[in-house]
């Protein structure tokens, strides 16, 4: 072949190959070769980003700038740890307003949440939410009570905007609830005047109109009688109470006058119970003591709260008795619970729950929030101390509509404290002062020489004795004078 032969092959050997190239197949091929590329690129920005998810670490677990930060990072990362930790820091703050102004619009949860919120975001409207819904409730319910009972309003400031707002709700639900009573009543009493009236005066009449009894003393006594018929009908016709209307954002109308306690008297305590609570009560006591709290109402509020140490939270391995959310030194369980967005509304949700090494750490941990509160106020449970709770009545009262929603939550804790004797765990645990029982009767191993003629002197207040047989001075209590 000669060399121009051998260079047109060549150049046709070039536009063949371009034709295969430039083929479907080939140029189908080419994404892959791009998705290569991407994937190298992907994950040089991962190895860059070790910053950015050190950052991330910090903000959602609600440590200091820095905490997990790589003191061997270069600028680079140094840059992108600040920036990322920024970010997220004003993430979930956004969304720490949101929960609030839902909160405070009463509003169900995540009304407020876009489609597009970041992990930061969500984290911030969580937490807030929950925190502020309990706060907001714990507001309504002293509003109500101040309401109802006509008096001023009296807001502790301390315990923030989000209490404040759930106060003038229950206070104006109150005044309202108590001027509907008070109208019901007052035309009750209206409409039932008319026949006491009637009745009363009766028998003055026909007492009068009898000879043996027409004595004016005797008509004076009747008509005095018939007076009290007549108040005792009235006051039986005010107070008859109406239902009140139901928009009371849950609560029930009862707060301030019922007295339900009747509805849960002192039990029979149940053996599967009283074992239970030797679990734990023994720490509690110790912890309560030391916390200045009220052993009682731990032990009970973790038998209610447990349900008797038989709920799933409760059991192994978390060891939760109070139901208290987050996480405990780093362990927490995920647990699909219902919860109530304050307006009557359930819904449900994946929630994460303090895990515990044991019953004790759950015990610490929860007197450890009574004594410090949830984050809104340091005093938010100051009135379960024992230094502002005179009683353990006074003290449950207070976790009511504060610690639960449930207004008859003081009410089953009295119950399972009176039925159960637990306010023996409420002094503090001393050792025995009796001192150990000596067996001064026992034979004596080595009898002493004894004269013939001994006085006993007995422990009793009984005159000393004389005693002449030594079998009976053997067996008798008695301080040997040999």
Known sequence: MTQKNVKFAQRAATVALSSVLLSTPILTAVPSLVHAVATVTS??????????????????????????????????????????????????????????????????????????????????????????????????????????AQKAEQIDEQLGAIYRAGYKVGYAQGQAQQQAEANAAASQAANSQAPATSQAAKPVTSQAAQPAASTGSQTTSQASVATNNTAEASSTATSIATPAPNNNNGFSNDLTTADDSWLYPTGTPVASHSEFIKLFAKDAQKIA????????????????????????????????????????????????????????????????????????????????????GPGLAANYYAGTWKQNAKTYQAATKVLTGRYATDTKYNLKLNQIIATYHLTTYDQAPTASQTPKQVNFTATLKQRPQLKQILRGYFLTNVQPTQLNVKSQLLRTPIIWRL
């Open 43 to 148: 994950t040089e920005q991962t190895t860059k980003n070790a910053a950015q998810l050190a950052a991330q670490q910090d903000v959602l677990a609600g440590n200091d700038s820095g905490t997990s930060l790589d003191p061997n990072g270069d600028t680079t990362y140094q840059a992108d740890y600040a920036a990322e930790f920024t970010h997220g820091q004003q993430e979930l703050k956004q969304g720490q307003v949101a929960a609030d102004q839902d909160v405070t619009d009463q509003q169900p949860q995540n009304t407020s949440k876009p489609a597009t919120a970041t992990i930061y975001y969500n984290q911030g409207y969580d937490k807030e939410y929950a925190a502020a819904l309990t706060a907001f409730k714990a507001g309504i319910t002293a509003g109500h009570t101040a309401g109802y």
């Open 289 to 372: 003591q030391a916390k200045g709290l009220y052993a009682s109402v731990m032990i009970a509020q973790a038998a209610l709260e447990s349900n008797w140490g038989t709920s799933t939270l409760s059991l192994a391995p978390n060891y939760n008795l109070f139901g208290v959310k987050g996480s405990y030194q780093g362990h927490s369980a995920l647990m699909a619970t219902q919860e109530d967005n304050g307006f009557g509304q359930l819904y449900t949700i994946n929630s994460n729950f303090k895990r515990y090494g044991d019953y004790k750490d759950s015990l610490v941990d929860y007197a450890t929030l009574l004594r410090g």
